[in-house]
């Protein structure tokens, strides 16, 4: 199968970012897909500081081996740490414990911040994860790595649809835009701009549905049956099985750190 690697945590749109190949783009997408679900299985569980560390720091240095752009990673990390802020600021308020200083009369709680700062390590650690091994990885090669894990058919036809159809939907809604500024449309906060964003996207769901329809119609025209078949063969190679020896006592390590 192609292994067209884009360089991108967000967007799968047509894969073409610039992305040098690194040693994670070798290694096999249904070992990557496992290792990092059981990477942020181990992070989400944990509750000791040390481990959250001990993630994080392997989640950037697996980030900095498959030569992420540090610009472009740092303002997705960056983008999901601005919930976090939000996170912060809330939780020792609302959160009752020891009280390390009040506001306005409201005390803030040493274990609500504790709760916090062990909340942000967590998204970060995970989020580093995924853009290391998911992130460079295509859609397509998502998606056929998903189906031979047997992750349900629909759920992995969803994914590739979504991202297939994700552009055509934008250019459409591109289309409608310019018909209106076209017709002198102003958008300002009244009855009228609310009434005419409302036709827009009504109008847009229309056209999707609409299709949505003609392309299934034109798959069954093709023989399509609910199923799409994998012509290409996933075989694992020695660095995926080096790859998991090296990941299993990490992961060991990291679960028996919470029982010490």
């Known amino acids: 199968m192609s292994q067209n690697f884009e360089h991108s945590g967000t967007s799968w749109k047509g894969q073409r970012l610039k992305h040098d190949e690194s040693m994670v783009d070798r290694l096999d997408p249904r ?6 679900s059981i990477f942020a299985l181990a992070v989400v569980l944990s ?14 240095a697996t980030a900095v081996i498959a030569q992420l752009n540090f610009k472009r990673t740092l303002r997705r990390v960056i983008a999901m740490d601005m919930f976090m802020i939000f996170l912060i600021l809330m939780l020792p308020f609302t959160t009752p414990g020891e009280a390390l200083f009040s506001i306005a009369g409201l005390p803030a709680s ?3 911040l504790l709760h916090a700062l062990m909340i942000a390590l967590k998204a970060n650690a995970v989020v580093f ?3 290391a091994l998911i992130g460079t990885m295509s859609a397509a090669t998502l998606g056929h790595a998903m189906a031979h894990l047997r992750v349900p058919d629909k759920l992995v036809h969803l994914l590739l649809f979504t991202v ?3 552009d055509v939907i934008g250019q459409e809604y591109k289309r409608m835009r310019r018909a209106m500024q076209a017709r002198a449309f102003v958008m300002t906060v009244s009855k009228h ?6 036709y827009l996207i009504g109008m ?3 056209h999707s549905l609409e299709r949505s329809e003609r392309i299934m119609d034109a798959m069954k025209c093709r023989g399509y049956k609910g199923q799409f078949y994998l012509m290409d063969d996933m075989v694992l190679q020695r660095q995926d099985y080096l790859f998991m020896m090296l990941s299993v006592p990490f992961f060991l390590l990291l679960i028996g750190l919470n029982f010490i």
């Not at 070992?31 to 990092?36: D, F, G, H, K, P």
């Not at 000791?48 to 989640?59: C, E, H, P």
């Not at 701009?193 to 409302?198: E, H, L, P």
């Open 164 to 166: 297939r159809y994700l």
């Open 110 to 112: 040493k274990e609500g």
């Open 204 to 206: 847009l769901l229309v």
């Open 31 to 36: 070992v990557r897909i496992i290792v990092v």
């Open 47 to 60: 509750h000791d500081f040390y481990v959250l560390l001990l993630g994080l720091v392997s989640a950037v």
């Open 193 to 198: 701009t609310w009434r005419s964003v409302g």
């Open 129 to 131: 994860a995924l853009l």
